[in-house]
């Protein structure tokens, strides 16, 4: 961990970008989580450049002493703006910190990460240097290292060259705050998990004459803790519950560029069951079903209810 803070990550030709006045907030939505946020809050808080801003939208119930006593501490010394939530969700905390955050530049986090020491510049640099609306950051998972893709055509969030991508991952990327609202900003339909709601939002941006630009230079480690967060509802391939099922469902029905939806919607209940682990436990594959079908009838009802999206109006003319 600590070499990667030091070194700027592996990303090619990366260089120290200096940038004096940020303009950017960094927003951290949380839920579940105690050391690794705080050890995640204290990494942002050491950048420099900085962020002018960080905000955590909390959704846990409860945290623990330690955790508490850090968080309000910083608060108090105006370090970062401390906003709590009552129940989780993961596109409202994102809309939440939409509305809430003073700069121009939001830049998401997950609660899970090291950043690169770049970060903040790299992300302000790419927004000044392109017109691009969304930056998407560089994303090296568990024991990846930044990779050429040599312009193959394969992408991955880890490649190491910059380049116009049709989505996004959600925990390293940047939007310019008014455009991402009058978008309606992430629509609140995506429940739970809320797999794919990344996906729905570069579909609409990209709908509306926007660009996504992946940029390596602005790079994180995200460390997949295995507690908190999504992982609060389950492993989704040991459980029956849909919570990881009904996103995906739910983007199928809503994606207007989705041909022949009806044969995706049934491949993927299909692929569902053809992994490694239902090979291994087939007394899991009626299970994993049947959380299927629960993820579709609630993406049926979601979709019917239409989406949530924000008002432009009331959170930015208003203001």
Known sequence: ?????????????????????????????????EKVLIDTVAYVLRLDPGPSEVLIIDQTKEHTPETLAELIRWEKTGKLRWIRLASPSIPHSMNTGLK?????????????????????????????????????????QPGEKSLSDNGSGVFRFCSDRQQLINDFIGCNFSVHRKSALALG??????????????????DRALA???????????????????????????????????GHTV?????????KR???????????????????HHLLHPWWIPLTLVSEFLGLVWAVFLFLRGPRYVSFHETVLKR
């Open 1 to 33: 961990m600590q070499a990667f803070l030091q070194s700027c990550s592996a990303t090619a030709g990366t260089k120290d970008l200096k940038i004096n006045n940020s303009g950017l907030s960094i927003v951290i939505p949380t839920y579940q989580r």
């Open 100 to 140: 809430e955050a003073k700069h121009d530049i939001v830049l998401f986090l997950d609660d899970d990460i090291l950043p690169d020491k770049n970060l903040v510049a790299a992300h302000i640099h790419a927004h000044s240097a392109n017109s691009c609306d969304i930056i998407a950051g560089q994303v090296l």
């Open 185 to 202: 900003g992430f629509d609140e339909n995506f429940v739970q998990v809320a797999y794919s709601f990344e996906k729905e939002f570069s």
């Open 208 to 242: 509306a004459g926007g660009k996504i630009l992946f940029e390596p230079a602005a790079s994180i480690r995200h460390l997949k803790v295995t507690s908190g967060g999504t992982r609060s509802f389950g492993e989704h391939l040991k459980t029956v519950k849909p």
């Open 247 to 255: 996103g995906a469902y739910y983007y199928l029905l809503r994606s």
């Open 258 to 276: 989705m041909k022949f939806r009806f044969l995706k919607i049934m491949g993927r209940a299909l692929r569902s069951v053809r992994t490694r």
